[in-house]
């Protein structure tokens, strides 16, 4: 088993900027990709960005390429998402997840491990 613990989410001004993490613990040497994804109210779960294990790898939704950049400490186990120039439509609860496979994927139900997730609040 992997736990994910998310934090750092909030309420921000368009333009500003956040910080989210996600800290794994457990058998964390059965993971190879760590994603986040978000989830905003009436939608679907989209698939924000993701990083290889060992961090040479990293991938962004369109939508959020150039803005969110998402990287690791390996020596604690963390994750981070640093999103700037935040618009309201980035407004979602943040989850991060872990996948136990080593091909990438974009789709959710590909991973194996969920966090409790963490709300961000852009306002306009």
């Known amino acids: 088993q992997v736990q994910l613990v998310e934090s750092g989410g909030g309420l921000v001004q368009a333009g500003g900027s956040l910080s989210v993490s996600c800290a794994a613990s457990?058998?964390?040497?059965?993971?190879?990709?760590i994603g986040w994804f978000r989830q905003a109210p009436g939608k679907e779960r989209e698939f924000v960005a993701a990083?290889?294990?060992?961090?040479?790898?990293?991938y962004y939704a369109d939508s959020v390429k150039g803005r969110f950049t998402i990287s690791r400490d390996n020596a604690k186990n963390t994750w981070y998402l640093q999103m700037n120039s935040l618009k309201p439509e980035d407004t979602a609860v943040y989850y991060c997840?872990?996948?136990?496979?080593?091909?990438?994927?974009?789709?959710?139900?590909?991973?194996?491990?969920w966090g409790q997730g963490t709300q961000v609040t852009v306002s306009s």
């Open positions: 997840a872990a996948d136990g496979s080593p091909i990438f994927s974009r789709i959710g139900r590909r991973y194996d491990y």
């Open positions: 457990g058998r964390t040497l059965s993971v190879y990709y």
């Open positions: 990083i290889s294990w060992t961090g040479g790898s990293t």
